[in-house]
């Protein structure tokens, strides 16, 4: 089983807007409402893909029993704890003329002490029955730092696979507990090491310092341009067919849940890095956030070119 965790779930909203302007004033009729945060995106996926998902993290108030609604009706089960305050809400506003996205993101509640704790037991169990962990995204207000640090250290000794797709702080101090696989986009990656990245040697080498560091696959995501992978030994690129974008929010998240799940079908690195690059184009495709089309994912598995770099 997979498990995904999102400590700061949200209700998505996406707005279609062509040619979209700011002071102006819009009367919307393609809107898109999905659960999210970026583990539930790959929840979603992956559950689309087959996998037996359990997704937890932290829930709270009206908006998140409508998003643990929404879940059970995708068959993916859940073991989310609750919280006193309300979960929060994202709402993108999409241009298909000028190719840009507008997010406006809130914070989220406050957690605890006690609802961390609750949490922190709560996620011991969970390890019983999974293979991979995945955790994603940001962290609420109340949670310390060194949270995905904490959870990656407590999957390994529990010999469950951890994958951490986080940034700022978060990631710096998960990479302390040398998790299998990270997956910082290139903005991430230069906030990382704190310079920015202008051609691929600089990626690879900041990406083969991180493995010596412990960590056993680092995936750069690229977006259109496709991904680097890199481990101590190896570093892949993944190059993506071009396509026509309709929304390019959550592909990440999909190329994780595409990764996880080649993992979990026991296949090699090469053959999990082009499904996990053929998922995250496959969601650039749609209009729903975490929704793939399983025979768009097959097609541009195909399609999908890997290079080896070093």
Do not use: W
Not at 138 to 145: F, I, T
Not at 185 to 193: A, F, G, H, S
């Amino acid at each position: 089983m997979i498990t995904t965790v999102t400590l700061n779930p949200a209700i998505d909203r996406s707005y279609i807007i062509n040619n979209f302007q700011p002071d102006s004033k819009y009367r919307v009729d393609d809107v898109t409402v999905t659960v999210g945060g970026k583990g539930i995106n790959v929840a979603k996926t992956a559950s689309i893909l087959g996998q037996r998902i359990n997704a937890t993290g932290f829930l709270g108030g009206f908006s998140g029993e409508y998003i643990k609604s929404e879940l059970i009706k995708l068959g993916i089960s859940t073991s989310f704890v609750n919280i006193a305050r309300e979960s929060r809400s994202l709402t993108a506003i999409i241009d298909p003329i000028n190719n840009t996205e507008t997010t406006v993101n809130e914070k989220g509640p406050f957690v605890t002490k006690l609802e961390l704790t609750r949490f922190i037991k709560e996620y011991i169990k969970i390890l019983k029955y999974s293979r991979i962990i995945i955790a994603s995204g940001c962290a609420p207000k109340g949670v310390p730092k060194t949270i995905y640090r904490d959870m990656v250290k407590i999957a390994k000794d529990n010999n469950v696979i951890p994958i951490i797709d986080a940034s700022g702080k978060y990631l710096e101090e998960a990479i302390k507990a040398k998790p299998y696989m990270i997956k910082p986009n290139i903005q991430e990656l230069r906030d990382l090491v704190g310079y920015d990245l202008k051609d691929e040697f600089e990626i690879v080498h900041e990406s083969r310092y991180i493995c010596k560091q412990g960590v056993e696959l680092v995936a750069i995501s690229l977006g259109c341009r496709g991904a680097i992978f890199a481990t101590k030994e190896r570093v892949f690129k993944a190059k993506a067919p071009v396509i026509d974008s309709v929304n390019v929010v959550g592909s990440g998240d999909a190329l994780v849940a595409g990764f996880a799940t080649s993992i979990i079908n026991n296949h090699n690195l090469e053959e999990a890095i082009k499904y996990g690059v053929a998922c995250g184009t496959a969601n650039a495709l749609e209009k729903e956030i975490g929704y793939v089309d399983k025979n768009n994912v097959e097609r541009l598995y195909n399609e999908i070119r890997v290079l080896r770099l070093e």
